[in-house]
Nanobody
Framework: QVQLVESGGGLVQAGGSLRLSCTVS????????MAWYRQIPEKGRERMAY???????GYVDSVKGRFVISRDNVKNTVSLQMSRLQSEDTAVYYC????????WGQGTLVAVSA
């Protein structure tokens, strides 16, 4: 079974940076478009960044210019470099493919203090 393991979250002050990492196990994802999602309490899960197999990327407006998604097809990892963090970025972050077709991992909590 595919396993997704997210890491790198933590508590950071507004304006700070964090780098999240996601390791995909038990399958190769090099042909998949991968994405990062986040879930704010009492709200649905939002897909906020994606990266295609060819390296093209897309972002929701709220993170554009602050977050950068990348991938390593040899290590089977997807990363999210987050900069200029804001309190509104506080959420649990998950990775999955673009269709969210794999079982969800436990996510990694990012908490941004004002």
């Amino acid at each position: 079974q595919v396993q997704l393991v997210e890491s790198g979250g933590g508590l950071v002050q507004a304006g700070g940076s964090l780098r999240l990492s996601c390791t995909v196990s038990n399958r190769s994802f090099r042909f998949n478009t991968m994405a990062w999602y986040r879930q704010i309490p009492e709200k649905g899960r939002e897909r906020m960044a994606y990266i295609t197999s060819g390296g093209s990327t897309g972002y929701v407006d709220s993170v554009k210019g602050r977050f950068v998604i990348s991938r390593d097809n040899v290590k089977n990892t997807v990363s999210l470099q987050m900069s200029r963090l804001q309190s509104e970025d506080t959420a649990v972050y998950y990775c999955n493919d673009y269709q969210s077709s794999d079982p969800w991992g436990q996510g990694t909590l990012v908490a941004v203090s004002a």
